[in-house]
Structures are given as structure tokens and as C-alpha cells.
């Protein structure tokens, strides 16, 4: 074998791993999209979501149990603030989020926070979920950090911080819809406009860098071994 039959062979290998290392990203993401799949379906079997929409819109004052929210903005102050009151105490501040004054009920501020009301279809409980997003928003963190505070029917409230990284299942339903995003618990791809193209596409590639490498290694070993005979 010349230098260079030994030079595309090295080429071909080379090839191949490339090919062989995209279909290894394919196939974790697509196991990920699986599990998303199946997490996705066992949730929507167990809770329900109870519209709060009245009108059109949803009030940005609600009472569940006895439990008064309120949602507000301070444009005039610097930066802007979302403020959050639970039972007329400040709970959590916003910044850096304007509000549009012209737009009702929660519509504002839902880049920021959410209300949300579940109902588990096993015990017939209801919750209140209000839902934030901690990180300001003239902020730029590759981590993003959330706050939920979820209040049972006997009027209690818990307060749980996480970030986009540590969210727990239930944490990542919370979440979904702060900023018009759409959160996975295992992967985003489900979600994402063109994700299962782009699975198809990252396949197809690594599926033509194997088959690539493999032909021209073959064709090259083929030829030595006639040439030697």
C-alpha cells in the first residue's frame, strides 16, 4: 500500500468516526425525545389544567382557598418592576420587564410570570401554581433561574427556587409558557419548530459520513489486495 492509499485510508477512518459520533448525538436525542414523549403523556393522564380565562383574559387579581394573588407593574420605577403580592405582602420584585399599560388582566406580564391551576385527576386536588422568572430580564445568563410558589387547598403556600438546569418534573409544567417558551424535562427538540427534521437531517448526515468512509476504506483495501495478488 502506497503512501497515498495510506493517506485516504487514514481519511476514510476518519470519516467514519465522524459519521459514527453524529449517529451517537442522533440517537441520544432521539432516546430524549422518547422519554419526553412518554413523561409528557403519564403527566397529562394524572393533572388537568383549569382555565382561569374569563373574557378573554385572565385577572391578574385571583383568590384560591382564601389565598389573594396579585400581579402589578411599576413602570416608573428604574428599571421597570413586575411586583408579586401574596395575601397583600410583596413577595418577589421583577426587573427590568416593561408593561404595556393598554393590555389587560395577565397579558403583560407573561414574560415574567404565570398563574396556572391543576387538578390531580387521582386525588381530585386542586393547587395554584404562580410561576416566575427570577432572572432580570436585561440580564444575560446562560442559566436561567425560576421561583414557583404553590398553594394547596388548605391555603398553604410553598416556595421553591430552581434554575433551568435543576427543575424537577412537575417544575418544568410550571415554567412552560414564561416567555412563549415551551420547556422540556429531558429535551426541548419535541417542542421546537423543525426538531424532528433536524433529527432526521443530523441522522441522515451521519448515516452518508459512514457509508462514505466505509466505501472508500473498502474500495482502497480492495484494490491493495489486487494489486498484491
Known sequence: MNKRQKLWLKISGSFFIIGLVIMVIAAYFLIQSVRENF?????????????????????????????????????ESDPPTIILEINDEEEAELKGYKVNPDEEGMKPYSDAILYKQMTDKQTGKEEFIVSLQTTPANENDSTTK???????????????????????????????????????????????????????????????????GFWVGRSIIIKDKGAAA
Open 146 to 212: 425560576y421561583r414557583t410558589y404553590t398553594i394547596n387547598e388548605n391555603g398553604i403556600i410553598k416556595k421553591s427556587d430552581f434554575t433551568s438546569d435543576t427543575k424537577s418534573k412537575l417544575e418544568t409544567q410550571w415554567i412552560r409558557g414564561i416567555s412563549k417558551e415551551t420547556q422540556g424535562y429531558y429535551t426541548d427538540l419535541p417542542y421546537q419548530d423543525g426538531g424532528a427534521s433536524s433529527l432526521l437531517f443530523l441522522s441522515l448526515i451521519g448515516a452518508l459520513f459512514m457509508a462514505g
Open 39 to 75: 413523561y409528557q403523556k403519564a403527566f397529562d393522564k394524572r393533572y388537568d389544567f383549569t382555565s382561569l380565562e374569563e373574557d378573554g383574559m385572565i385577572d391578574a387579581v385571583q383568590v384560591f382557598h382564601g389565598v389573594k394573588i396579585n400581579t402589578f407593574g411599576q413602570n
